[in-house]
């Protein structure tokens, strides 16, 4: 009797030195929802297959302008999993690495974004009821204010088409969203005592700004960034849909299933697979989000 | 005895959309090295304004603050670093003065850094020490505030404050939120402190049979003013204003030595009115049960009614 009572207080124990560490605390949580935990099985096998796309790509060369009219428009099969387009390439491997140019796009928008947009809504929302507050936020109001998609469109076609237009108009676009964001919690959080007693102590408005009221604002943003990744990517898509992307012959979700639309119905897979990929990337961000999310509120509470 | 800080005439009025909040009208006090100040009233009578004037959160509408002969009845931030680093406070809610996203070594850090208190190598022996002194092992460095309990949170608030060695602190309600096994804790400690170190605290409360143990005097704040100031024992021995007189009596007493010494029964009528409409004359008279024709004409002054002890009130 002792003993089996013994034994259960055991696995007890070792159960909870599992859970112990902060990570192993962490997956516990994260893992409970198990969309979240499909969420990051699809972003890691999306962030893979565009790291490795030249060693996993069936055919690699087929990623750049390269044409086999021999091998045009065929169907899906063991050859060619996602069939071929009219220029004989393969669009399995014009997939992968056209996650490359979706996940640039979408880490070089946040780069952008996020730094920009959470300054301003610091320092915006430190300074509430000043005239930097007014200036900044109705800046911001002045760029949410137009649609998000044709501000983009307006700009990359002003600009010259490329990867490179493409994300600077989406920056342009998306940086108010985080001010907002940051200015609701910079705010409420300068009201708190910590900061209060920061700037009695004498401490520095950059102290203020990043060493007390930033860190409490990083979970929030941290999730909004998952998620952002997705729309990001998405938004680049439809860009590069309207020929306003990566250019051809470069492979882009985008274009592929612009390009492939027009062959619709008979040659199916050209428009379909690319647009699974692109739902496929703005899934798993999302469920990643989520959960993500989910675990920083479980967190403070 | 060297004087720490003056208070003088100390006016603070907010506008708002209602009109003009008269949140402070009338405070003057002083508070020499070593010596404790309990500010006492009850919520909306003006006391954390003060504290917070002080402190310089907020700016006086007149009246002057002088620290140690100057003035420094300004905004925190046109304040020199030298005057930050002698003034303190500990707010009410420790669950909100300390960050969550840093560790306590790190929030003790910060004022030894900003007033360069000691060289790089040093600050983690001033820190254990700063832990020591507020009684915490010193394995609380590594600790996040979200895993400290509301009386140790309160503990690492006050090691901060000492962290400056400062002269003065301001003790806004302290121990308030916490529970009374704890408060002893807080108390006690602030004490011993105090003489340790020949600290004058300006201790903001509510609970006024707290000051009996902790105040050298007490001042009773009143619609934002003061309305009555005395040595300790003389204030509960010997209270004279009507105000006092109801709030002594309304402490629950448990043995029938503190009931003899309690004033005889008032009882409390009616609640503090809004500082938008202060009442003519003197503004307790509403709920006064001695009051005069005089009492809702004019305002009565300030007067020593013996050595030390004043009251603002026309019986005296």
Known sequence: MNGVLEETLTTIDDKRDDHRTRAGRWWYQFSKNPLSVVGLAIVIFVVCSAIFAPWIAPYPEHAGPYVNYGEANQSPSTNHLFGTDVFGRDILSRVFFAFRSALLMGIVVLAIVVPIGVTLGLIAGYFKNTWIDTVVMRITDIFLSVPPLILALAITSVLEPNLTNAMIAVSVMWWPWYTRLVYGMATSIRNEYFVQSAELLGASKFHILFREILPNCLSTILTKMTLDMGWVILIGASLSFVGLGEQPPKPSLGTMVSDGARYLPEYWWMAVFPGLAIMLIVLGFNLLGDGIGDLFSMEES | MEELLKVEQLKKHFVTSRGIVQA????????????????????????????????????????????????????????????????????????????????????????????????????????????????????????????????????????????????????????????????????????????????????????????????HRVAIMYLGRIVEQALTKDFFETPLHPYTQMLLASIPVVSEEEEKIKPERITSVGEIPSPVNIPPGCVFHPRCPKKMDICSQEEPTMVEYKPGHFVRCYLY
């Open chain 2, 24 to 215: 402070v009208s009338e405070a003057t006090f002083s508070i020499t090295a070593g010596e404790t100040l309990g500010l006492v009233g009850e919520s909306g009578s003006g006391k954390s304004t003060v504290a917070y004037m002080v402190m310089g959160l907020y700016q006086p509408t007149d009246g002057n603050i002088r620290f140690k002969d100057k003035n420094i009845g300004k905004y925190h931030q046109k304040r020199p670093l030298e005057l930050k680093k002698e003034l303190q406070i500990v707010f009410q809610d420790p669950g909100s003065s300390l960050n969550p996203r840093r560790s306590v070594g790190k929030i003790l850090e910060l004022p030894l850094k900003i007033h360069r208190i000691d060289s790089q190598f040093n600050l983690r022996k001033r820190i254990l020490d700063l832990l020591d002194m507020v009684g915490l092992p010193k394995e609380y460095e590594t600790k996040y505030p979200s895993s400290l309990g509301g009386g140790e949170k309160q503990m690492v608030a006050i090691a901060r404050a000492l962290s400056t060695d400062p002269s003065l602190i301001v003790l806004d309600e302290p121990t308030s939120a916490l529970d009374v096994s704890i408060q002893a804790k807080i108390i006690n400690t602030l004490i011993r402190i105090q003489k340790e170190r020949n600290l004058g605290y300006l201790f903001i409360t509510h609970d006024l049979s707290l000051m009996r143990n902790i105040a």
